[in-house]
């Protein structure tokens, strides 16, 4: 099964928020980081009275056979504290707010690293249904040394990582008119110590978050029915589906895989071509923010290129966009319909 062409469009959604422009970790709103989609852990959900969600359900209905296969894929981010340390005269490591290091400066910056949960060759049938699975993912850490020109032991970047735990629920009834109605939610079961952790709690509850949580299916042997335009006789049944947290839509290539995100989506979503790559900008406009982004200072951009991989590359490509590349962002036009004159 080609998950390839879904993946695309998750991915774009995945970094949805990510880094925004100006893409400089000292500025506001990226210190202020807002993401889609996050599933919390459920003592902080408990603690907090607000939207805040551990879970999120989607519901779709599929026409299958007898052979019919689901794939079905959990897709988040989970972040990552990067720590910058020096070493001090005593050789003692000291965190540190930032530190120049022949004139590159290394600050301190939430990471993320892309986690999946796979189940495949699950029969979507009534008789396996309810079916519970979980996954996990431990904790860990990692160090960088960071040397100066000379080759001499200047400090180090520190990476850790929570552990984080989850569920995934599926669970099949049958329907009218040949069809199934498969529901699955996914749910973040990681441990979370409020007591633990100094204010903004908040901040400490997101690195034991699934970030930008999201679901991809497919099927084999079977074809996924638009809850956008679904057929007449399955019309009533698509509008007593129940989705919380995100909404699935047809994608890919054709009607054998869903895309459940948290970001509303048509049916058949798709990346324009003449885009260069991910802007991390929700509804990004290509033109206009690369445009903005040769306007930056040096001080700007080196910035950029010191603080986050991930923006380092975006700034690097899009210096690199040639003019000829730029006129396509500019504007295409696709799909003219020629309509006929109503007669008079």
């Known amino acids: 099964m080609n998950l390839k062409p879904v993946e695309d469009?998750?991915?774009?959604?995945?970094?949805?928020?990510?880094?925004?422009?100006?893409?400089?970790?000292?500025?506001?709103?990226?210190?202020?980081?807002?993401?889609?989609g996050v599933l919390s852990p459920p003592a902080w959900c408990a603690h907090?009275?607000?939207?805040?969600?551990?879970?999120?359900?989607?519901?779709?209905?599929?026409?299958?056979?007898p052979e019919a296969q689901i794939t079905v894929k959990v897709g988040f981010l989970q972040l990552v504290q990067r720590n910058i340390c020096?070493?001090?005269?005593?050789?003692?490591?000291?965190?540190?707010e930032a530190l120049t290091i022949d004139e590159r400066n290394y600050q301190p910056w939430q990471e993320a690293e892309e986690r999946t949960f796979l189940c495949e060759c699950l029969k979507p049938t009534a008789e396996t249904s309810p079916r519970k699975m979980t996954f996990s993912f431990p904790a860990g850490s990692s160090s960088e040394e960071l040397h100066d020109k000379e080759g001499k032991l200047a400090g180090a970047i520190v990476r850790i990582w929570q552990s984080l735990a989850g569920s995934l629920d599926l669970q099949v009834a049958p329907c009218p008119a040949d069809a199934i109605k498969l529901t699955t939610r996914v749910a973040n079961r990681s441990e979370f110590n409020l007591a633990g952790h100094n204010e903004p709690v908040r901040e400490a509850a997101l690195l034991s978050s699934l970030v930008s949580a999201h679901l991809i299916l497919g099927v084999e042997g079977g074809e996924f029915v638009s809850l956008l335009e679904p057929p007449s006789d399955l019309a009533e049944i698509a509008k007593s589906c129940e989705n919380i947290g995100v909404w699935p839509v047809l994608a890919g290539d054709d009607a054998t895989t869903v895309l459940a995100s948290p970001i509303i989506l048509y049916?058949?979503?798709?990346?324009?071509?003449?885009?260069?790559?991910?802007?991390?900008?929700?509804?990004?406009?290509?033109?206009?923010?690369?445009?903005?982004?040769?306007?930056l200072t040096d001080a700007e951009k080196a910035e950029i290129r010191q603080g986050d991989e991930r923006a380092r590359a975006l700034l690097e490509r899009t210096e690199s966009i040639p003019p000829e590349q730029f006129q396509k962002l500019h504007g295409v036009l696709r799909g003219v319909n020629v309509l006929e004159e109503e007669p008079k």
């Open 9 to 36: 469009i998750a991915e774009a959604v995945l970094y949805e928020g990510y880094m925004l422009y100006p893409y400089r970790p000292s500025s506001i709103k990226n210190r202020q980081r807002f993401n889609f």
């Open 48 to 65: 907090e009275a607000g939207s805040d969600s551990s879970w999120f359900q989607a519901e779709c209905l599929l026409r299958t056979t």
């Open 86 to 96: 020096r070493y001090s005269r005593s050789g003692f490591v000291e965190h540190v």
């Open 267 to 295: 049916d058949f979503p798709q990346i324009a071509s003449e885009s260069a790559g991910n802007l991390f900008d929700a509804t990004e406009i290509d033109e206009i923010l690369s445009l903005r982004i040769l306007t």
